[in-house]
């Protein structure tokens, strides 16, 4: 008993992990003042308030590939942790061994079952510091899970928005196709008439048949998007269903992105990386402890006989065990060994660092971005009611006899393009919106 004591008081060799203490900024840049309220802390689909939105994305998050795959990881990891915890305990094995054979003048038939058990003594915490590895690497697979269903849930949003802004595009190019035919079939009859000119005329029907070209793209195009959120979720390619309209999306006023040190605890990519970096630091002790010799114990426990009817009644035979091994001449293998698992430590902090500093410039260039966006919206917006003035005050001169239809035609074309170009700001703050969130660390699911 004394034994045992003094083995469960055993050190563990290698060294101890140590969180990395990164110096961190007050606030993330790019944000107008620190608070502690985040975007992040809202649920997705009160941000994104759209019902055929939420359906898409917990469909993906329920069939997508993505997901699925991500989830086998996690069931693999965490058999590998149970594989390196069942080392901790002893192994018991049996075997039934038979034959035939010819010894000391008598042939005759031999029977023999035995039980062994076989138990390495964590002396110097080799198995325990495998045990930690592995419990870091599941624990990083499933940061890893989430770090993919946010990915896969923000680029279902992000193309989801991409399709609804078609969808606008599309709507407005076939109002420009109709008000251009109108146009192009007033001058075709005045030309007949002998009243417009054949450049008017020929003016019309070009700017006509750019604006129907600008159709079948768009449709193109829309397919192309639908196929794109059909793989994310899974499914065969088909139609998306569309939820509330483009213009109708729901925008915050104000984003707050939070603390840096609360984003750090969110991201799931900053915390698979930090299980990362302690399974490396757990496998430096792994290393450290080949150093050291490996005491076992193993046991017999066994009968044998001639005749099957009396196996369990003669013929038993035990024994008990231990073995000490250790390293005397290796060439430099075990340092070596030591060399690697302490490199890649240090690969694995500088990837943690690493992906802490993306963090932080995730949500800043997102922050910015959301907050920029707002305002060039608003200059669209502003363009678009100076390209409808336009429009208006063109179409009076040429009525009131002081222009040609060319400068209604001109202004009518700058307002399709004001449209489109106002359409696709909101489609990029949409987007931005989805990327401030997923850089935030939000959660989709």
Not at 420 to 428: F, Q, S
Request: hydrophobic residues 45%; negative net charge.
């Amino acid at each position: 008993m004394n034994f045992l004591l003094l083995l469960s008081a055993c050190k563990t060799v290698g060294p101890d992990y140590q969180k990395p203490d990164l110096p961190l900024p007050e606030q993330i840049y790019g944000a107008s003042a620190a608070t502690s309220e985040s975007t992040a802390d809202t649920q997705w689909f009160e941000v994104f308030n759209d019902p055929a939105l939420r359906t898409l994305v917990d469909e993906a998050l329920r069939n997508g590939y993505d997901a699925r795959i991500a989830a086998a990881r996690v069931e693999e990891a965490r058999a590998r942790y149970g594989i390196a915890g069942a080392a901790r305990y002893p192994g018991v094995d049996y075997e039934v061994r038979t034959g035939y054979g010819r010894q000391g003048g008598e042939t005759g038939a031999a029977i023999a079952a035995n039980v062994g058990a076989f138990w390495e003594l964590d002396l110097w915490g080799r198995i325990r510091r495998l045990n930690e590895a592995a419990r870091a690497q599941y624990l990083a697979s499933e940061e890893g899970q989430r770090a993919v269903r946010l990915a896969l849930a923000s680029e279902v949003a992000a193309a989801y928005f991409d399709l609804r802004e078609l969808d606008a595009e599309l709507d407005i190019a076939h109002r420009a196709v109709a008000a251009f035919q109108n146009t192009f079939e007033l001058f075709e009859n005045r030309l007949r008439g002998g009243t417009a000119s054949g450049l008017e005329t020929a003016r019309a029907e070009a700017l006509l048949a750019n604006a129907a070209a600008t159709i079948p793209l768009i449709e193109r195009e829309i397919v192309a998007t639908e196929n794109q959120i059909n793989v994310l979720l899974g499914r065969v390619p088909g139609p998306i269903a569309r939820g509330t309209a483009f213009n109708d999306q729901p925008l915050p006023a104000s984003v707050p992105a939070g603390l840096p040190s609360a984003l750090l605890l969110r991201r799931p990519d900053v915390r698979a990386a930090e299980q990362a970096l302690i399974a490396a630091n757990a496998n430096i002790g792994v290393a450290e402890a080949a150093f050291y010799p490996a005491i076992s114990l193993t046991g017999l426990l066994g009968v044998q006989s001639s005749e099957l009817s009396e196996l369990f009644g003669a013929g038993r035979v035990w024994n008990v065990q231990g073995a000490l091994l250790g390293p005397i001449f290796n060439a430099g293998r075990l340092r070596n060994q030591r060399r690697i698992a302490v490199a890649q430590f240090n690969e694995a902090l500088a990837e943690y660092e690493q992906s802490v500093t993306r963090a932080l410039a995730d949500a800043s260039t997102s922050l910015v971005s959301v907050e920029k966006l707002a305002l060039a919206e608003s200059q669209r917006q502003r363009a678009l009611r100076a390209n409808e003035e336009a429009v208006r005050l063109a179409t009076l001169r040429y009525e009131s006899g002081f222009s040609a239809y060319f400068e209604v035609l001109d202004a009518m074309q700058q307002l399709f393009t004001a449209q489109n170009n106002l359409a696709r700001t909101r489609r990029d703050r949409l987007v931005a919106l989805v990327q401030l969130y997923r850089a935030l660390g939000g959660g989709w699911g």
